[in-house]
C-alpha cells in the first residue's frame, strides 16, 4: 500500500504571497490532519478532514484554510504569508474512526518564508 | 484537555544498549491511545507503536516495547540493542479522534 504523500517537499514564498500544499492519503483512509511544527512550538494541530467535511479545528488563525475532495485528497492554503508561518507541514491520514486509530504521516512540506 | 510531557530533551546511549524515553500524560478521558513516533533529520514522522488504555499487556514490536503504567500515567518506550540508526527525535503522543497532542520530543543519540 502506498504511504501518505504531499508536495511539494520545499517551498520559499516571500511574505504577503499565499501557498497551497497538498496531501494524498493512504488509499481507504477517509481522514487527513494536517499539523505545523516549528522549533519554538513543537508539532500543533491544525485541522482535520473527514469525508470532505471538517471536522476539527485548532488554534490558528483564519489565514489558515483546508479543503478535501471526494477522492480524500486534501489541501492546505496560507494566505498573507508571515515570517512566523515557515515550518515543517505534516500531514497524517487515518481511518480515525476512533481515538484509538493511528494516523499516518506524510514526509512533510518544508515552507520558508522570507 | 490532553496534555503530554516528555523531561529528557536529549539523551546519549551506547551502540547495543537499551534506552528508556519518558513519556507522562495527563486526560480525563476513560479511553484514550498513546502512540510513539520517530522523526530522523529527514522530517517524516515515523508510527513506532500503540497502546490503547484498556490493553492489558504492554505493547511491543520489534525492538519497541511500551512500559505503560496506567495508575502513574506513564507510557516509557524502551529500545532494546540500539542501532546508530535510531538517532533521531522521538514524540510521544495522545490521540483524540484524528487530533493528536504531541509532548515537546526527546532526541536520542547512539554513540557507536
Known amino acids: 500500500k502506498a504511504g501518505v504523500t504531499q508536495t511539494p517537499r520545499y517551498l520559499i514564498k516571500t511574505r504577503g504571497q499565499q501557498v497551497t500544499l497538498s496531501c494524498s492519503p493512504i488509499?481507504?483512509?477517509?481522514?487527513v490532519s494536517w499539523y505545523q511544527q516549528t522549533p519554538g512550538q513543537g508539532l500543533q494541530f491544525l485541522f482535520e478532514?473527514?469525508?470532505?467535511?471538517?471536522?476539527n479545528k485548532g488554534n490558528f488563525p483564519g489565514r489558515f484554510s483546508g479543503r478535501q475532495f471526494s477522492n480524500s485528497r486534501s489541501e492546505m492554503n496560507v494566505s498573507t504569508l508571515e515570517l512566523g508561518d515557515s515550518a515543517l507541514y505534516l500531514c497524517?491520514?487515518?481511518?480515525?474512526?476512533?481515538?484509538?486509530?493511528?494516523?499516518?504521516f506524510g514526509p512533510g512540506t518544508r515552507l520558508t518564508v522570507l | 484537555a490532553q496534555k503530554i510531557t516528555q523531561t529528557q530533551p536529549g539523551m546519549f546511549v551506547q551502540e547495543k544498549e537499551a534506552v528508556t524515553l519518558d513519556c507522562t500524560y495527563d486526560?480525563?478521558?476513560?479511553?484514550?491511545?498513546l502512540f510513539w513516533y520517530k522523526q530522523p533529520s529527514s522530517g517524516e514522522m515515523i508510527f513506532l507503536i500503540y497502546q490503547g488504555s484498556y490493553d492489558q499487556q504492554n505493547a511491543t514490536e520489534g525492538r519497541y516495547s511500551l512500559n505503560f503504567q496506567k495508575a502513574r500515567k506513564s507510557a516509557n518506550l524502551v529500545i532494546s540493542a540500539s542501532q546508530l540508526g535510531d538517532s533521531a527525535m522521538y514524540f510521544c503522543a495522545m490521540g483524540d479522534i484524528a487530533r493528536l497532542t504531541f509532548g515537546g520530543g526527546t532526541r536520542l543519540m547512539v554513540k557507536p
Open positions: 497524517a491520514s487515518s481511518l480515525a474512526l476512533a481515538s484509538t486509530d493511528t494516523q499516518y
Open positions: 478532514y473527514f469525508s470532505e467535511t471538517q471536522r
Open positions: 488509499s481507504g483512509h477517509r481522514s
Open positions: 486526560t480525563s478521558d476513560p479511553s484514550y491511545g
